[in-house]
């Protein structure tokens, strides 16, 4: 009697775990990494919230058959590489299927190689340096450009357009911004216009008188910002015109965020960047808005490629009827649609190609300014 | 020639904020030996409280009419804001551990600038708030050299306010009190003095300077930012060490050295070391004068 007794509590334990299994299955996790502490929390924030959008619109839907639910695991990386590592393994543990982030490049490259050993895909919206997906990860994909491919934009347009003969570039030494700062200088180097100096300042500071009097000093044609996050771009903005610099300012995409014109105000005015191209009269970009703008407010720079990153994610797992990797990345492979942000079309490397084009600020507003592809104004 | 008198106006206004900001760190050293690391989040906290009056302010539409009234009303309202919230933080941070070991209170102090912090980035969001100040942009012309009215407006307010803390530190009954404290709190408690609400005004006083700060740094720069307190707060400690922890000119002309030094070292040799030189020269000083530049004996305690 006794020995059945125990024969059975053993397969009622045994079976516990696969009780349990059925039960939670119903949930399907998808996991964010973005700062949302620091000096870049606004930018990280706006991811998680593009990721919710597109959980909302695709719940809305109907959902993803097989779950009850989709639940968003947001995770803090503050852009430093190794609380990163430790978000990247929380979110292991927390079984999620699919993370979108990170928004540094050097919290991405390092995470997602936490992600690989346990073949999680990993769909950044935001990180712009080339390493990220030139490392051979099967499961690493990215909604964004590439910073080559932006620098050759950016030189073109200093080249052709602004028919510039001298530079200036100032970045603030992160993973991100100083290889973006490096790739514009070589670029122009290559077309003949010659590099004056190459400085750089610190994260977190809002002086920049210094080294503002030093390009007033040297009065080059074109003054190439390349900084971490849009509210210190704004910052240099004001002080640059407070100054009576006369050279052109030419940004990139990190200072591409509604926030750069609200604190910079006039002194944003005639600023250029290079950020990607969205059709903002497609369907897909108008229900993104729709979805957006209810509960978080006005899209910032990466939400758009957030949201598309969490609608490529969720849509593979429903075409795939899976949360295999394998057969995730297969469904990713073979898609070719619309997103709110780009065309979206995966390459082999995980890349979705380049569309940079030249932004300017104009009467308080982001306005497309240049076209590379014809070298003509829009 | 130009140059280099463009790089000292920048360097007067950068140094006059640290200035302000390392007088806050001194006082309290001077009075109680603990370094307030909470400090710089009470600047951050005089640049929003800044920036809400205003907002407010330039919503009524006095911006326009009165801008010069209204940062002067918002910057006395801000100071007055954070003196509260100093002593608040005080009474339940520090005092409680007046009897306990310095360490003790450092580590409160570590705490309750994480818990201001962060407080800051949950009731004020994570994204920057910009100052209503649209005509920030004004300024004199000589040539080369361009001083902004707001330039002239910080070293203007920085020198009042030093000048308003030098006359109340040493030409009145409440400065004595403080620097009879400072000296010796038993004695000084033996003859009358209520050490609890002096060092409550020292805390009062430090912060109202940083708020001034704060302010000054908003509109100056255009926005603020939750974690704004922390890299001011770290080079206006270093400041007050290089003048002498404890000693109140020593502050204000560390203050003035680290500006000058990082508006100088950025200027002539390159950005990217500019903090470098700015604690080379706080090594090279506590080297030879291991008090700082106006430090005296390190037992001899003053405001």
Redesign the interface.
Known sequence: MRKKLFVLLVTGLILVPFLMGTATAETLKIGTLSP????Y??D??DIVNGVKAAVTVVEAEGGIPGFDKIEVHPQDTACDPRQAVAAANKLINEEVVGVIGAYCSSSTIPASEALAEENIPMITPASTNEKVTERGLPYMFRMCGRDDDQSKIAGAFIKDYLKAKTIYL?DD?TTYSQGLAENVANVVQGLGIKVVAH????Q????Y???L??I??ANPDVFYMSLQNS?TG??MA??A????LKCKIVSQDAVYHP?FI??????AEGVYMTFGFTDKSKPAYKKYLAAYSGTHGEPGAYSGYSYDGAMVLLTAIKNAKSTDPAKIKAEIMKMDMDGASKHIKFMENGDSGSDYIIYTVAGGQFKNFWNPATGQLF | MEFFLQQLINGLTLGGIYALIALGYTMVYGIIQLINFAHGEFFAAGGYMGVILLSYLAGQGYMETHPWLCMGGAMLLAMLFCSFLAMAVEKVAYLPLRKSSRLAALVSALGMSIFLSNGLMLTQGVYDKPYPTEFSQGGLEFGMITISYLQMMIVAVTIVLLVVLNILVFKTRIGKAMRATAQDKVMSALVGINSNRVISLTFAIGAGLAAAAGIMVGIYYGSVNYTMGFVPGIKAFAAAVLGGIGNITGAMLGGLIIGMVEIFGAGYISGQYKDVFAFIILILVLYFRPTGIMGENVDDTRV
């Open positions: 949302l502490t620091g000096p929390a606004a990280g924030n100032v030494k400085d750089h300042v610190n977190g500071d809002k002086d008188s210094a080294v009097t030093k007033k000093d509210a704004s910052l004001i002080q015109k407070r100054f009576g926030q609200s604190i910079a105000k006039e002194a």
